[in-house]
């Protein structure tokens, strides 16, 4: 196994675990939506703390889900042209409009890294009355970033090899493939 097929491997085992950790973060946010609206309506007693709770879990849930959707193609997709092509065509176009991720994610991941430092400088908090704590959050952004780009550097690689070799190399699911490793 080469050192790309090694790098490719792992930087979805490592997405693929994050993002089904991420998944588990969808019962707390239940249990919090769903005592908000039991405070909030059979108890005539709204609280600020569960809402503020539910959404910051959220926010960590979506933003750690964004290198395990890369991975599964789950990103949404005009593929009105694409869908007609070849799997190396495919492969050819991706490879052209990557330049444009790695832009957006190079400048996302800069800002990204630099507003979370300010924000665990300053130990952010909230301006609800609660004040709960957002430094965590907005330090899991630039991680988030981070694995987004992992995963579209990987994606790269396999595109690169599609395009140069032929067929995908594995023609099993990712999560398949990853279960082996």
């Known amino acids: 196994m080469t050192i790309l097929e090694r790098f490719v491997r792992g930087v979805s085992w490592l997405n693929e675990k994050v993002g089904w950790l991420a998944a588990f973060l969808i019962l707390?946010?239940?249990?919090?939506?769903?005592?908000?609206?039991?405070?909030r309506y059979g108890?005539?007693?709204?609280?600020?703390?569960?809402?503020e709770s539910?959404?910051?879990?959220?926010?960590?849930?979506?933003?750690?889900?964004g290198g395990y959707l890369l991975l599964h193609r789950g990103h949404a997709n005009v593929d009105i042209l694409s869908s007609r092509l070849t799997p190396r065509r495919q492969a050819a176009v991706d490879i052209f409009t990557s330049v444009?991720?790695?832009?957006?994610?190079?400048?996302?991941?800069?800002?990204?890294?630099?507003?979370?430092?300010?924000?665990?400088?300053?130990?952010?908090r909230s301006i609800s009355a609660w004040k709960q704590p957002i430094?965590?959050?907005?330090?899991?952004?630039?991680i988030a970033a981070g694995l987004l780009l992992l995963q579209a550097l990987a994606k790269l690689i396999e595109d690169v090899r599609i395009v140069l070799h032929?067929?995908?190399?594995?023609?099993?699911?990712?999560?398949?493939?990853?279960?082996?490793?």
């Open 100 to 124: 444009l991720t790695f832009c957006f994610l190079g400048a996302f991941l800069y800002f990204a890294t630099s507003m979370a430092v300010e924000s665990v400088g300053r130990m952010e």
């Open 54 to 65: 539910a959404q910051m879990l959220f926010g960590a849930y979506a933003l750690l889900s």
């Open 135 to 142: 430094w965590p959050l907005k330090l899991l952004i630039p």
């Open 28 to 39: 707390p946010i239940f249990v919090l939506l769903l005592a908000e609206v039991f405070m």
């Open 43 to 51: 108890m005539a007693s709204p609280t600020v703390w569960l809402g």
């Open 166 to 181: 032929g067929a995908p190399a594995q023609t099993a699911s990712p999560t398949e493939t990853i279960e082996k490793v």
